[in-house]
């Protein structure tokens, strides 16, 4: 994450900014670039993601611009940033680490990785994509999913879907195929690699849209040159026309990402009109040093002339996503695009901290189907919860927070569970961190899917550990103890639970899930 401490008027604070990659790959691309393995050391993407907070570091050792004092909102501000990882993920590792047994290892090998938390990664044009009969890419999104739904990587990974408009039903069925089944959050389009740039504009790609749409999944197109983009704004104004005739329920959960469409266009009104327009966003990639500086403060100021926040009420900085095309592009590329984000610079120039929280990973966030189209699919048992207790961590401050990652830790360790995916909760607003997680965990033998809420009820002195049936349970922004819904939530978890003391017994009650 990236830390702000922020002085102003004698008071301090600190906002924590989670930062995600929103285009990156994963497998072996037919131009010989390949990423086919994320830790490999020194070429792995965690690796990347350490480069480029070494290269920051460097960049604020040079400039002296790690802490600097601007104005926000009239006042007299001093900011000063570092990094820090998230907690969640970080407590897990440590203490594999100490378990010394299986993943023990992936703490020592992020160990300089604290700045990047997540990345978002789909199929090159890979060579061994032909290689399943059901779609061009099948093979290619089996990969994807082999990765990004196992731990480690699925705390650190986003995995995206690929396919082939061209190939008609067969596209439509592996977009469902790769959501409902592989369980991919997205989906990547290349209209120029796969031949039907002529067509972008056109309906042919629009079922696969749709397809995509019914699950709430984001549409990343590739792009190369104006004509494209232009292209995909027509296809987007035509999409959502066809929505609005024929299912006009499902317009919020279509969301194109149009990628690389800022650089070379600094200035140029008509992509940026193309960007700026319902359902729309742009990611930075290839974007980078004075070029990314001009551009946030063209973009800014050319959207607040035009007064374009009337377009749908959003913000300039809520079109845009950071973004890296690794391993297209390296570490020199997103240092000098990350830091035009938060550099004396952008702040003076109009930017703020929410400006760099949405372009630094919120936007991205957003956008997932995990937090706009809940589905129903939990488990059919009925496990009971771990209402885990410290009624004396004033005198041995032991955290039932830590105590039950610990717990999780152990589980992992010993391969009884398995971490498939992990959705953040939010403090009642999207700009506000928490603690609280739900993990999406798979029992290794039964291979049943079992959502398991973290929620820390008493900060350090109470939490639990609750399987839940239904994660349309589950509330992104957290739940209010007098909201009669929540009281009734936590009512049901807390009437079948086991209380728990210590690590022992929560890892024995947890136990009782997956055994």
Request: glycine letters at 6%.
């Amino acid at each position: 994450m990236l830390t702000a401490t922020i002085e102003q008027n004698g008071n301090k604070r600190i906002e924590n900014i989670y930062v995600v990659d929103s285009h990156s790959h994963l497998g072996q691309d037919e131009d010989g670039a390949a990423m086919m393995n994320p830790l490999a050391p020194g070429s792995g993407t965690f690796d990347f993601w350490s480069k480029i907070q070494g290269k920051i570091q460097e960049d604020w050792e040079e400039t002296g611009e790690q802490s600097f004092s601007t104005s926000i909102n009239g006042k007299t501000t001093k900011i000063s940033f570092s990094f820090n990882p998230y907690p969640l993920t970080h407590k897990i590792l440590i203490e594999l680490e100490k378990l010394g047994e299986k993943h023990s290892d992936i703490r020592d090998k992020m160990q300089y990785n604290s700045f990047i938390d997540q990345a978002v990664v789909f199929p090159f044009q890979d060579v061994f994509r032909a290689k399943r009969p059901e779609a061009l890419y099948r093979a290619s999104n089996l990969n994807i999913s082999r990765f990004t739904k196992r731990f480690p990587f699925s705390m650190k990974l986003i995995g995206y879907c690929r396919v082939d408009p061209m190939e008609g039903e067969k596209a439509v069925q592996e977009v469902k195929h790769s959501r409902e089944v592989l369980g991919l959050s997205g989906l990547k389009l290349h209209p120029r690699s796969e031949g039907w740039v002529d067509q972008a504009s056109t309906e042919k790609p629009i079922p696969i849209l749709m397809e995509a749409i019914k699950h709430s999944m984001p549409i990343l197109f590739d792009t190369r040159g104006k004509k494209t983009i232009l292209d995909i704004g027509r296809l987007v104004e035509r999409t959502r026309t066809y929505l609005k005739s024929n299912n006009p329920k499902l317009l919020s959960h279509f969301k194109v990402i149009i990628a690389h469409f800022a650089q070379g266009n600094v200035g140029d009104e008509e992509v940026y009109e193309t960007v700026v327009q319902p359902n729309t966003y742009g990611d930075l990639s290839m974007l980078h040093g004075e070029g990314a500086g001009n551009f946030f403060e063209d973009f800014r100021e050319w959207f607040k002339e035009n007064d374009k926040i009337k377009v749908d009420g959003r913000d300039w900085s809520q079109y845009l996503l950071f973004a890296t095309d690794y391993p297209y592009f390296g570490e020199i590329h997103a240092e000098k695009l990350l830091i035009y984000t938060f550099n004396k610079r952008f702040f003076e120039g109009g930017g703020n901290l929410m400006d760099t929280r949405n372009i630094l990973g919120l936007n991205q966030l957003k956008l997932l189907p995990r937090y706009n189209l809940i589905d129903g699919k939990g488990s059919s048992n009925s496990f009971k919860s771990t209402l885990i207790s410290n009624p004396d961590y004033e005198e041995n401050q032991q955290s039932t927070y830590d105590l039950a990652l610990n717990a999780l830790a152990s589980l992992l360790s010993e391969n009884k569970i398995d971490i498939k995916n992990f959705h953040i909760q939010f403090e009642k607003e999207w700009d506000n961190l928490s603690e609280n997680a739900l993990f999406t965990t798979i029992h290794p033998i039964k291979k049943e899917e079992i959502q398991l809420l973290l929620y820390n009820l008493v900060k350090d002195k109470i939490t639990i550990l609750a399987p839940i049936k239904s994660k349309k349970k589950w509330n992104k922004f957290g739940y209010m103890y007098f909201d009669p819904k929540d009281r009734n939530l936590f009512r049901s978890m807390l009437e079948s639970s086991y209380l728990a003391l210590d690590l022992k017994t929560i890892v024995d009650s947890l136990n009782q899930i997956f055994t």
